[in-house]
């Protein structure tokens, strides 16, 4: 009989806010994915293991996400993974993939999960605690009220275009870029804040845009909202 491969999200940095679900399916699976080298470097993991210490005693696979644009290279990646997934699947295992935030929101993990489904496999998604809800909540305010709208982006490419649009705006994915549009956002009109590795022990909370570091990592969530 065939395995199942199920993708979980561990929500944004702080492992209590793993869904009972999620604890549950990665202790009883046989094999654990990573997305990276090493298990000690890679955040999924970390999170994960302060919820579920018996993570430690599992079999972890470690796929390397190579740091590129270049969709060449990234899809010899997924297809390398997915066809070892489908060897452990092959041999019967419970397989389970972790990823940051919902495995449903921008997650690369879904590469892999498309790929797998397609071949005839049996998978299923676990959802997790976006950033930004989180973000929200670490700010003790909500996201959106009565009739307005959210819009989440995901690039700063089209920023002028998308600070025109009326509600919330959640800023994905920015930390890198951030230093480009940091005038721009000075000049809105509306309420800012910005979190970096939210729920993480180096968490960092930013509310006047004049004050954003130049130096960013990864894991950056802003929030627009108008007055």
Same mark, same amino acid.
């Given at each position: 009989?065939?395995? #199942? /491969?199920?993708? %979980?999200?561990?929500?944004?940095? +702080?492992?209590?806010?793993?869904? *009972?679900? @999620?604890?549950?399916?990665?202790?009883?699976?046989?094999?654990?994915?990573?997305?990276?080298?090493?298990?000690?470097?890679?955040?999924?993991?970390?999170?994960?293991?302060?919820?579920?210490?018996?993570?430690?005693?599992?079999?972890?696979?470690?796929?390397?996400?190579?740091?590129?644009?270049?969709?060449? #290279? /990234?899809?010899? %990646?997924?297809?390398?993974?997915? +066809?070892?997934?489908?060897?452990? *699947?092959? @041999?019967?295992?419970?397989?389970?993939?972790?990823?940051?935030?919902?495995?449903?929101?921008?997650?690369?993990?879904?590469?892999?999960?498309?790929?797998?489904?397609?071949?005839?496999?049996?998978?299923?998604?676990?959802?997790?605690?976006?950033?930004?809800?989180?973000?929200?909540?670490?700010?003790?305010?909500? /996201?959106?009220?009565?009739?307005?709208?959210?819009?989440?982006?995901?690039?700063?490419?089209?920023?002028?275009?998308?600070?025109?649009?009326?509600?919330?705006?959640?800023?994905?994915?920015?930390?890198?870029?951030?230093?480009?549009?940091?005038?721009?956002?000075?000049?809105?009109?509306?309420?800012?804040?910005?979190?970096?590795?939210?729920?993480?022990?180096?968490?960092?909370?930013?509310?006047?845009?004049?004050?954003?570091?130049?130096?960013?990592?990864?894991?950056?969530?802003?929030?627009?909202?108008?007055?």
């Amino acid at each position: 009989m065939k395995g #199942k /491969l199920y993708g %979980v999200g561990v929500g944004p940095g +702080d492992p209590e806010l793993l869904t *009972l679900k @999620a604890v549950r399916i990665i202790k009883e699976a046989d094999v654990v994915v990573v997305p990276g080298a090493k298990k000690e470097e890679t955040v999924a993991y970390k999170i994960a293991l302060g919820a579920v210490p018996e993570l430690a005693q599992k079999h972890v696979l470690e796929i390397a996400w190579p740091m590129t644009k270049d969709m060449d #290279k /990234l899809q010899q %990646v997924y297809e390398a993974a997915s +066809d070892t997934i489908a060897n452990m *699947l092959d @041999a019967g295992k419970m397989v389970v993939f972790l990823t940051l935030g919902d495995p449903c929101i921008y997650s690369t993990y879904l590469y892999i999960h498309e790929l797998i489904s397609r071949k005839g496999y049996d998978t299923e998604l676990i959802n997790g605690i976006p950033s930004f809800c989180a973000v929200a909540a670490r700010l003790n305010s909500g /996201l959106v009220e009565r009739d307005q709208r959210l819009h989440v982006i995901p690039t700063l490419e089209h920023l002028e275009e998308d600070l025109q649009l009326t509600g919330t705006k959640v800023l994905m994915k920015s930390g890198k870029q951030i230093g480009n549009v940091k005038e721009e956002l000075s000049n809105l009109d509306g309420t800012f804040a910005m979190i970096e590795n939210c729920g993480m022990e180096n968490e960092s909370i930013v509310c006047n845009s004049k004050e954003i570091p130049e130096n960013l990592g990864y894991y950056v969530t802003i929030l627009l909202k108008e007055r």
